[in-house]
């Protein structure tokens, strides 16, 4: 319990952060990648740390103090055993740790309304990835995972790529491109792009499978937000949060959220939109994340001592041919500590609902006075017959 009030108090202390990004702390090479976001508050350290040894995850530690720091026992690291080669130091300062793995991508097309046709699964941990490092900006505090499938039989990436674009935040604020997800200092963002990959039937729809690790005494629950203000992200009005919360008091830990929504394009528009279904949380103890970093850091006991859940998240239209014809696919979420952030109505909605509720009261309140001076005029003009 103490330890959740530390995290809760530390968090609503961060205002801006000083954000680092490091690639392949350690380590010369190029051939495997490691990136360390470490984000800097007043009171706490927040450390995000990405890798595609394996599937690709993202390692989410916050920590008290200003001064603790990653180490990477690389040679123990890219060894078939590389339990407890990522660990965070000092490990008394640690307050809470997750990881959020991205497991498989499903490709299926619908024969029709009851009956799906799915293709050969792609695998994520059996990907070739590039270096990040060519992708990696200081300044914009952006990088960029890319990969294709070490093995593509059909040929369906022999000009097409899939990536995990990542970028930090120092401060609060709202994406200008669609579909503008509202940021805190406490998250960062990833996008999930499908580019060129040629599909291996008609109407294809994809699924990307996302698999959560959480420490023993916290839950995963998906929760559905509905809005009717859609200012910032026109036609959708349905946001997804993946929370994890202390079993004892349910504060919320960290999250993953994200808007109904995909897109078609690297500028989307509103005409873009591709849509967007999430599936059930289930319990995913039989379908251990193939993450390296995930074992480095949580143990090879990863599967009995810690609770795994995953959730598809779906991409398609009716027709199901929109990524048949636009060969681009992009899925926006964000993902941090603490509670996600949660849209007020915007002052172009606020706006427009005084107008409508005000409208009716000064025409009533109008009406009303001109009654009244009717019934005085008509009483003052009275004669009374003698």
């Keep these: 319990m103490r330890r959740l009030l530390l995290l809760a108090g530390l968090l609503a202390a961060a205002g801006g952060r000083e954000v680092w990004m490091q690639y392949n702390p350690g380590w010369n090479g190029s ?54 080669a990522i ?36 695998d994520l941990s059996n990907f070739s ?49 669609l579909p503008s997800l509202l940021h805190t200092a406490n998250s960062s963002k990833v996008e999930f792009v499908l580019a060129g990959a040629a599909p291996r039937g008609n109407s294809s729809w994809f699924a990307l499978e996302v698999v959560t ?46 808007k109904a929504t995909a897109y078609g394009s690297q500028a989307p528009k509103r005409e873009d939109s591709i849509q967007c279904h999430s599936g059930s949380l289930k319990a995913a103890n039989w379908t251990l994340p193939r993450s390296s970093i995930v074992l480095a850091y949580f143990g090879e006991g990863v599967g009995s001592t810690y609770t795994i859940s995953a959730v598809n998240i779906s991409f398609g239209g009716e027709d199901g041919n929109i990524y048949e014809e636009k060969r681009y696919l992009s899925w926006s979420a964000l993902l941090g500590f603490g509670q996600p952030p949660k849209d007020t109505f915007s002052p172009l909605v606020i706006s427009i609902m005084a107008v409508a509720l005000g409208t009716p009261m000064v025409l009533l309140v109008v009406g009303s006075c001109v009654v009244l001076f009717a019934q005085g005029k008509r009483y003052t003009e009275y004669e009374p017959i003698n």
């Design 213 to 258: 690790v959480e420490e023993a005494g916290v839950v995963q629950r998906l929760r559905l937000a509905r809005s009717i203000d859609d200012e910032y992200t026109p036609t959708i009005f349905e946001t997804f949060s993946l929370v994890a919360e202390s079993r004892n008091d349910s504060s919320t830990l960290s999250f993953l959220q994200w």
């Design 31 to 84: 051939s495997v990648n490691l990136l360390h976001i470490r984000a800097v508050g007043p009171n706490d350290t927040l450390h995000y740390i990405w890798s595609s040894i394996g599937a690709p995850a993202v390692l989410l530690v916050v920590t008290e103090g200003t001064s603790s720091a990653l180490h990477v026992n690389w040679t123990q690291l890219l060894s078939p055993t590389p339990d407890g």
């Design 129 to 177: 990835w590039d270096s990040v490092n060519r992708t990696l900006n200081h300044t914009a505090l952006t990088a960029e995972f890319v990969g294709g499938p070490a093995t593509d039989p059909s040929g369906s990436f022999s000009n097409g790529s899939l990536a995990f674009r990542v970028t930090a935040y120092e401060t609060s604020g709202r994406d200008e491109t």
């Design 87 to 122: 660990r965070i130091e000092p490990a008394g300062s640690v307050v809470y740790s997750t990881a959020v793995v991205f497991t498989k991508v499903f490709e299926y097309s619908k024969a029709n309304v009851l009956e799906e046709v799915f293709y050969p699964t792609y």
